[in-house]
């Protein structure tokens, strides 16, 4: 058994790990910004790019998934720094406690393949270099506000992590929750308003020309991905949580639609996604064929390894 410290523990990547630890015998400690409601909970102030190593305390690994979502607003410029800084301030919190404990404390810390942009037919691994754009700026701050942890000889994984594809749920709002920035969108935010729309409708199709490459992953596999990470500290360094084979965004449509049992036919044109989500659609018709050579080179087993058997899970 392990004891392992979870921030963004309430969100949709969050609370399944803590789910999937706890049913494998980990204990969980959450960190979390509210009054504390019970006695696995310590409260931190991520903004204050301070955490008290003591939090840390008994602790084995801590996977940090704070921040706020790439999709949850339009890209105000207020919002655009909340969207940095709230990633770095929370990872340079998280990372400094750490390096105080003076042990090698397992660090997997959320990153996001967009980092590499646009990038077209390009195959993407983690050996590829960054990209242009806003998201890669982020994450590459985001990446190095953990420097103190990785300075200080801890084993740092950051989990670049594609668009989530998560199970039905009561409302059409859930069918889908995708999100570059490896934080959850809200319920109908980011691409998965529109798309599940459609979807729901019977109208899904390619959004913009179709043709971009969307990574991919389940929830089961990003959560089995995260544990692979806590099971294997020597990952070091980025690595990809994305699907073993890249889709294009039309094959993801049809797929959902397929699993739906509804037609995906009538493509978005882009200025219609741009008028939904402002420049955050330049990411969404963006093209990332990022592959996870870390992942199957160290042996992880995918649960979903194609799309049709991904879409169906997703679809019940």
Do not use: C
């Amino acid at each position: 058994m392990s004891r392992v410290a979870v921030t963004g523990a309430s969100g949709l990547i969050g609370s399944a790990l803590v789910a999937a630890l706890h049913e494998r015998g980990d204990e969980v400690v959450r960190l979390v910004r509210r009054p504390v409601r019970s006695d696995d909970e310590v409260r931190w102030d991520p903004a204050s790019r301070n955490l008290d190593p003591a939090a840390l305390d008994g602790v084995d690994a801590v996977v940090h998934l704070s921040g706020a979502g790439v999709g949850d607003h339009r890209w105000t410029p207020a919002y655009k720094r909340e969207i940095l800084t709230s990633r770095t301030d929370s990872t340079h919190a998280v990372a400094t406690a750490v390096a105080a404990t003076g042990r090698a404390v397992r660090l997997v810390s959320g990153s996001a393949v967009g980092v590499y942009g646009d990038r077209g037919e390009e195959p993407l691994t983690e050996d590829s270099p960054p990209g242009e754009g806003f998201l890669a700026d982020v994450v590459q701050a985001w990446e190095a506000a953990a420097q103190p942890a990785v300075d200080a000889g801890a084993p740092v994984a950051f989990a670049r992590t594609g668009l989530v594809m998560a199970p039905l749920g009561d409302s059409p709002g859930h069918l889908l929750k995708l999100d570059r920035s490896g934080i959850p969108v809200s319920t109908a935010g980011g691409a998965a308003g529109p798309l599940v729309r459609l979807a729901r409708l019977g109208l899904a199709g390619p959004l913009g020309s179709g043709r971009q490459f969307w990574p991919w992953i389940t929830l089961a596999d990003e959560v089995g991905a995260l544990l692979h990470l806590l099971d294997h500290p020597e990952l070091t360094g980025p690595v990809n949580l994305v699907g073993p084979r890249p889709a294009h965004q039309r094959e993801v449509a049809t797929a959902l639609a397929g699993a739906l049992g509804r037609p995906a036919v009538l493509p978005v044109p882009g200025f219609a996604v741009r008028a939904v989500l402002g420049e955050f659609a330049g990411d969404i018709l963006g093209s990332q064929r990022v592959v996870g050579d870390v992942l199957v080179r160290s042996g992880y087993a995918y649960e979903h390894a194609d799309l049709d058997t991904a879409a169906g899970w997703v679809a019940g």
